[in-house]
């Protein structure tokens, strides 16, 4: 069994894996819709901004191996870390639960990952401009794709509509996480690597709230409940999504994307 790496946990990498662990932990969690989809049509949709958040994941994770400096390549840092030194939000580690929760989990981090690119187009490292150069034109796609979706479904039948309401109200607790910035991001920002997290949170709701509006759904309040993803602190159902992820790697050690 392979061990797990040791990871240099300067600021810089760690911001870098908050945006690269919320994007390869949410494909894992879409590419559990391979082959179950409702349609053939959104079963390659899903599979396909699934491998974009791979690409976008592969991408950070080369980069802030480089800026860790101990030789870590992108697979060494996506399957060989322990549970704590994952930076993901925890909404992504949730269970992939129904389409309705599928595709209103995307739309909201794809607002949020979009919102985050276009600041980090303009950041003075060249390397993570580059990267958020191409990403952002991706994420665009899928908070559109994932948008229509929950207006087509917040608005449709009874059925559909009291699903995605349950979704909202599940999904709406790990909001406050993504805007809860910290010296990480501070860091960052001061150095002009790229924005505090809470920066973004107003555009984000302004960008939800014509979602959910033109799906006549009513944006909940927010929740004393605070979730640590991006500390490192996970929920229950990491250990099991790293579990799946980390086997093959862990097994045979050595294997390449």
Known sequence: MQASIELNR???????????DTSLVLAQRLGEWCGHAPVLEEDI????????????????????????????????????????????????ELPRGDFAFTVLRNTMV??????????????????????????????R???????????RLGDGTEESRRRTERALAQLWLYVPELFESDA?????????????????????????????????????????????????VHSEHMGYILAEMQHLQRTYPGGVW
Do not use: C
């Not at 276009?118 to 952002?136: F, M, Y």
């Not at 505090?196 to 929740?223: C, F, H, I, T, Y």
């Open 184 to 232: 990480v991001e501070a860091e960052a920002s001061a150095n002009g690597l790229g924005p505090a997290w809470s920066e973004l949170r107003a555009p984000w709701l302004a960008e939800m709230q014509q979602v959910l509006d033109a799906a006549d759904l009513a944006m909940p309040k927010e929740a004393a409940f605070r979730s640590t993803g991006k500390q490192g």
């Open 141 to 151: 796609y899928h908070q559109q794709h994932s948008g229509d979706w929950v207006v």
């Open 45 to 92: 949709a899903m599979a396909n901004i699934a491998l974009d958040l791979v690409g976008q994941a592969r991408a950070l994770l080369t980069h802030a191996g480089t800026l860790e400096g101990r030789g870590h390549d992108e697979d060494q840092l996506a399957y060989l870390r322990d549970e704590r030194d994952y930076f993901n939000l925890t909404l992504v």
């Open 10 to 20: 300067t600021p810089a990498v760690q911001y870098l894996l908050r945006i690269a």
């Open 110 to 139: 794809a607002t949020l990952l979009k919102l985050l690119w276009q600041r980090l187009a303009a950041s003075n490292d060249a390397e993570v401009a580059a990267i958020a150069a191409k990403a952002v034109k991706e994420a």
